[in-house]
């Protein structure tokens, strides 16, 4: 739970030992539903330390504990978050496909039908259709997911305000979230 805090906090690179402290705890106890737990909190952490290689490290040993415990939303999480930092198109689309056939909730799917949006559709920054879909998810996702994960979202907007030269959203967007 303190490393969880420390992640929600923002306070990355100390989450990962706490995190990592506790994985070890948790594999010597035998719980591995809470290994579980800090391998994605400990990817999550690298993922917004833009630390994509060691995410993804994190994440391969978490989906196949998730495969083994059959927990299903934690494999629709992690194939979404792998799914989105995907910079193969072929790859990416076979990720978003599997993480939709397990999303559970409606921002999840909206989130899935963005990443594959942006993968089916070479102009997609100059799509008012894309921009809508995009901006009502990031409003929902600030109102029920932690800093850290809307942080990670971040990017796509700031690339859609670019695009459509919304200067002005993107610099309150960025007083929002300052760079760490």
């Known amino acids: 739970l303190h490393g969880k805090a420390l992640y929600t906090k923002g306070a990355y690179t100390t989450a990962i ?17 809470m290994m579980l737990s800090c391998r ?3 990817g999550n952490c690298y993922s917004d330390l833009g630390r994509m290689e060691e995410m993804m490290t994190h994440f ?3 989906e196949h ?3 083994a415990l059959g927990d299903t939303d934690s494999l629709a999480s992690l194939r979404y978050n792998t799914a989105a930092t995907q910079r193969h198109r072929e790859q990416a689309l076979a990720a978003v496909q ?3 056939s397990l999303a559970a909730g409606e921002t999840e799917r909206q989130m899935l039908a ?4 942006r993968l089916e559709h070479a102009d997609y920054l100059h799509d008012s259709a894309y921009g809508a879909q995009l901006l009502d998810c990031f409003r929902q996702l600030q109102e029920t997911y932690p800093m850290g994960f809307t942080r990670f979202h971040l990017q796509w907007v700031l690339a859609w305000y670019k695009a459509n030269r919304q200067y002005r959203q993107a610099c309150r967007l960025l ?4 760079i760490i």
């Open 98 to 100: 599997q993480a939709e």
């Open 60 to 62: 391969s040993v978490a």
């Open 65 to 67: 504990l998730a495969e």
């Open 114 to 117: 963005l990443v594959r949006y």
């Open 175 to 178: 007083e929002e979230f300052p």
């Open 17 to 33: 030992e706490v995190l990592r402290d506790a994985y070890r705890s948790a594999a010597d106890a035998g719980y591995p539903h």
């Open 40 to 42: 994605i909190l400990i």
